[in-house]
């Protein structure tokens, strides 16, 4: 049988017997208890940068803030100053940057990939057209680089612009790369990495900065932000694969369909004949909606899904492990729980 009657003969089948599922959303908000009044401290600062935008504005600005979403780098943000040393006011505001930022990508991510719903809400882009969503998302970037130069030191505001351009430049190198079929494993994992971890290390690194962590400590705290920001990117590249709209919070299905070639499908490139190669860039650049759905199925079935996986847990080994300077407190204990979690989560795409 041919690549392409196998494809054909997958689109035809009940394809539940070859995806996995994963019913249940990730939930790390029970990691998240013992940092309750911080995170209500940071909802509340969030919201009220609402008032600081025109009048006018205001209803724009309360839609993009308020979506409720998991708030992880937040989150990751006061577990690691508690984690370090203990919480100041600093990194309260330092949570409130990160978030804004963050969320302003969110809304040019969504004029990027034309998606109309986001955690089940109407997006931006979907409300109030491209040219709004723009600005709205450059008026947030704005706002938080305002709440930077609130800090005593300038190095918190050259650490963030670092690391949101790097979130920018991921963003363009990944546009650039779509239907490249020649791409390799270490040019994908440096994308993901440019494009997700840099807002999870940057909260980790500077609340240990804040903190006056010796350099080789902060540096640790970065690590752990990064590699638990990359196994984070794969993941989601996974869920885009298996999972539904309500669990990923986002439009699904759609990353092959826009040429962004995720890790099951490098790896099922990769270990394909020369001859099935050909067919499967055929289907990847040309193919049918069907044949992309049949496309998927046999990177699942040939094991792309499986060491996607494993990926993700090395990452996530790898992020616990640079935690172990710390002190074992609840804090510490809290932050390599979050790692474990999605381990978890991941592990039942590998059944």
């Not at 780098?73 to 930022?101: F, K, N």
């Not at 694969?241 to 826009?258: C, H, M, N, P, S």
């Amino acid at each position: 049988m041919s690549l392409l009657e196998k494809v054909q003969k997958l689109t035809a089948e009940n394809l539940h017997r070859i995806f996995p599922t994963l019913p249940q959303k990730l939930d790390l908000r029970r990691h998240f208890k013992l940092i309750a009044p911080g995170m209500a401290q940071v909802e509340e600062r969030i919201r009220e940068q609402v008032a600081e935008f025109d009048p006018a504005m205001h209803g724009y600005v309360a839609h993009a803030v308020e979506s409720q979403g998991k708030r992880i780098r937040p989150a990751l943000t006061l577990l690691t100053a508690h984690a370090t040393g203990g919480i100041s006011s600093g990194h309260v505001d330092l949570a409130v940057v990160i978030e804004l930022i963050h969320l302003a990508t969110l809304v040019h991510d969504d004029i990027m990939d034309n998606a109309t719903k986001r955690r089940g809400a109407a997006t931006s882009n979907a409300r109030w057209g491209a040219d709004t969503a723009v600005l709205l998302g450059d008026s947030l970037f704005a706002q938080a680089l305002m709440l930077c130069t609130r800090f005593d030191t300038m190095e918190i505001s050259r650490r963030v612009a670092a690391a949101t351009k790097e979130v920018c430049c991921g963003e363009i190198l990944q546009t650039q790369r779509r239907f490249d079929l020649q791409m390799k494993l270490p040019e994908y994992l440096r994308i993901i990495q440019m494009k997700t971890a840099p807002f999870f290390y940057v909260a980790t690194e500077l609340a240990a900065y804040l903190n006056g962590l010796p350099p080789e400590q902060v540096a640790r705290c970065r690590h752990y932000g990064d590699c638990l920001g990359i196994a984070y990117q794969i993941y989601d590249d996974c869920l885009d694969l298996v999972g539904t709209e309500d669990a990923a919070g986002k439009t699904v299905g759609t990353d092959l369909e826009r040429g962004k070639l995720t890790l099951p499908i490098l790896h099922l490139l990769h270990h394909a004949a020369d001859t099935e190669r050909a067919a499967i860039s055929e289907t990847i650049v040309h193919g049918t909606e069907d044949d992309r759905v049949g496309l998927l199925a046999l990177a699942v079935e040939r094991g792309g899904l499986r060491e996607s996986v494993a990926h993700i847990r090395r990452y996530l080994a790898e992020a616990q492990a640079a935690l172990d300077f710390l002190p074992q407190t609840d804090h510490r204990r809290a932050l390599e729980a979050i790692a474990g979690a999605l381990a978890e989560h991941v592990g039942r795409l590998d059944r």
